[in-house]
């Protein structure tokens, strides 16, 4: 049994929990999506707009000069040339690249369902069979712009069906022409209705989570890349600490045998003893780099017992009258030795972000049980803190959702709910499985467990050991 005493608690008050991490990182997700303004560029909807407005004037040409139908032509051309000019301001006004903001596209968008309502109401009303495209500016909605937004276009869309319902100029069958009756138009206008409001709420909705997961996506990839850029700095010190230890022996060795052979007295002994003290600090300075905890860079300098990974993770997340007791063993049947790991940054930072979460809603303690096998390494995070929402633990670890009833206690609704999120993508891409419940008599539990194989280094043979440890060692 080891504990880790807050004895750092100064510098952890000033760590962000994981949820508040993520909230820093998601900023810098946003800004590295290619559309910090809206989803839609300018040029997008300009181009939808003329391939509508191109479709609608062959449309209406066929049906007037091809059929026959004595239809109001000219009121229905002007309207189609009235969008056509606004598409041509737009074009000159605006750089076609521009992204939308979301006002822009609603505006947008509510010109075009009112545009095809006049259209609508000048041929046929929902007699129409082309009533069906009002749908479309809802389903673009509803991909790429606010729930708000989308609620704004649905409901215009709503209220001009339910004026085509009632106000049309009908279309001019012939005398044995197909008469539609008020009940089919009544159908007409239910269908019209529950589709708006179907792919309103449907489409949105998927649309959200996908942005989500994906701005989630992007937070995690960039705490990882965060971490990377640590571990790179561990490893390049390491890697110097080993490549010069060499050179710095011979000068010690020189320096001891240039010391043995002056005479006492002589004017450069001085000198010659001072090398010599100065080239035995820079070793020393090495050796502390080599040893020195770092991000992991792969490299064989950072293979380490699973139980000191576990404590380089809750080590910088402590606080005052909080103790962490970490207790390492066999699982119980089992005589495994302890798994050598190394020390990568993914698995890190995914045990730092739930070791911290624990700690900040303990009460007085927090449990961590690391226990192994021949085939899996499992680890226990106990706080004695509220525990968790039970009607919140299948919703865990989903992108931007923050737990109501622990995130309160600091403000959750500052929060993106990231932490647990991305600490559950990176430890997943080394196998481990993450269950979250409470205990009986109170407290969460936060249970991890890994395929042995998946964390465990191969060691290294004692002759390429030894042969790697002669490269450093002083001669005489």
Request: proline share 6%.
């Amino acid at each position: 049994m080891s504990e880790t005493a807050p004895q750092n608690a100064p510098k952890a008050a000033s760590e962000p929990s994981g949820p508040e991490r993520a909230a820093e990182i998601s900023p810098l997700a946003a800004t590295a999506a290619p559309a910090p303004n809206g989803r839609l560029r300018l040029r997008t909807l300009i181009v939808i707009r003329w391939i509508a407005l191109g479709g609608q004037a062959i449309t209406l040409a066929v049906v007037y000069f091809g059929l026959g139908f004595d239809i109001p032509f000219v009121p229905a051309m002007s309207v189609i040339a009235f969008s056509g000019v606004l598409n041509v301001v737009l074009s000159v006004t605006r750089p076609s690249a521009t992204w939308a903001s979301d006002r822009e596209a609603i505006w947008n968008l509510c010109f075009d369902v009112v545009q095809l309502a006049t259209l609508l109401g000048l041929t046929g009303g929902l007699q129409n069979p082309f009533a069906m495209l009002l749908l479309a500016p809802v389903v673009v909605s509803g991909w790429a712009l606010s729930r708000r937004s989308t609620l704004t276009i649905s409901a215009l869309a709503l209220f001009l069906v339910s004026i085509l319902a009632v106000w049309y100029l009908p279309l001019p069958w012939s005398e044995s022409g197909i008469l539609l009756s008020p009940v089919y138009i009544a159908g007409v206008w239910t269908a019209l209705v529950i589709a708006v409001i179907f792919i309103a709420s449907y489409v949105s909705s998927v649309a959200q989570e996908n942005r989500q997961m994906s701005q989630a996506l992007e937070a995690t990839r960039l705490a990882l890349a965060r971490e990377q850029q640590l571990s790179a700095l561990g490893g390049l010190a390491a890697a110097a600490a080993h490549e010069l230890g060499t050179p710095l022996a011979t000068i010690a060795v020189v320096a001891r045998e240039l010391q043995r052979e002056l005479a006492v007295d002589s004017p450069w002994r001085e000198d010659v003893e001072l090398l010599h003290a100065e080239s035995l600090r820079c070793r020393s300075i090495l050796a502390g780099l080599a040893e020195r905890p770092a991000w992991d860079d792969g490299s064989p300098y950072h293979r380490l017992p699973m139980v000191a990974l576990v404590e380089a993770a809750a080590g910088p997340h402590q606080r005052d009258g909080v103790t962490v007791e970490i207790s390492a063993g066999p699982a119980i049947d089992s005589d495994a030795s302890q798994p050598t790991v190394i020390r990568n940054a993914e698995v890190l930072h995914g045990l730092g972000t739930l070791i911290q979460n624990a700690v900040q809603f303990a009460r007085r303690k927090v449990v961590v049980d690391l226990t192994w096998d021949e085939e899996s390494v499992m680890l226990r995070i106990i706080d004695d803190g509220p525990g968790f929402d039970v009607t919140e633990l299948s919703r865990l670890g989903e992108p931007y959702y923050s737990t109501g009833s622990r995130d309160r206690r600091r403000g959750g609704s500052q929060h993106m709910g990231l932490g647990i999120f991305i600490a559950r993508t990176l430890l997943a891409h080394f196998g481990a499985g993450i269950e979250f419940s409470n205990e009986i008599s109170g407290g969460a539990v936060v249970e991890i467990r890994w395929p042995r194989h998946r964390l465990e280094v191969v060691e290294v043979s004692p002759a390429a050991s030894a042969a790697k440890q002669g490269d450093g060692r002083e001669d005489g």
